[in-house]
């Protein structure tokens, strides 16, 4: 599974983007699927997940309530709303996906990530 995150850029603080990661190959259906970030200087977190069909979600308590995460199995494609951002979501966000069941962790396939940029 290849991925491509996009989406990424400068919006001030309370503003909103929505990321999206887009994915090769016909098993993508079958993938769980995460977005984690690294802020400059941190380590990467998670942020959210989603199951194959879509019909379970997790989210990190920092973003809850404020981001959504969703995918669309036709497109092969993978989405984060994001709203009401705070300059710590400021980030390289990435994206990732796992054959099987819904995860926080042990990701197998990684997107090349998109800057997030949340100005005061």
């Known amino acids: 599974v290849q991925l491509q995150a996009s989406g990424g850029g400068l919006v001030q603080a309370g503003g909103s983007l929505r990321l999206s990661c887009s994915a090769s190959g016909r098993t993508f259906s079958r993938h769980a699927m995460g977005w984690f970030r690294q802020a400059p200087g941190k380590e990467r977190e998670f942020v959210a997940a989603?199951?194959?069909?879509?019909?379970?979600?997790y989210y990190a308590d920092s973003v809850k309530g404020r981001f959504t995460i969703s995918r669309d199995n036709a497109k092969n494609t993978m989405y984060l709303q994001m709203n009401s951002l705070k300059p710590e979501d400021t980030a390289v966000y990435y994206c990732?996906?796992?054959?099987?069941?819904?995860?926080?962790?042990?990701?197998?396939?990684w997107g090349q990530g998109t800057e997030v940029t949340v100005s005061s």
């Open positions: 989603i199951s194959p069909s879509g019909g379970s979600q």
């Open positions: 990732a996906a796992s054959q099987g069941a819904v995860r926080t962790t042990a990701y197998e396939y």
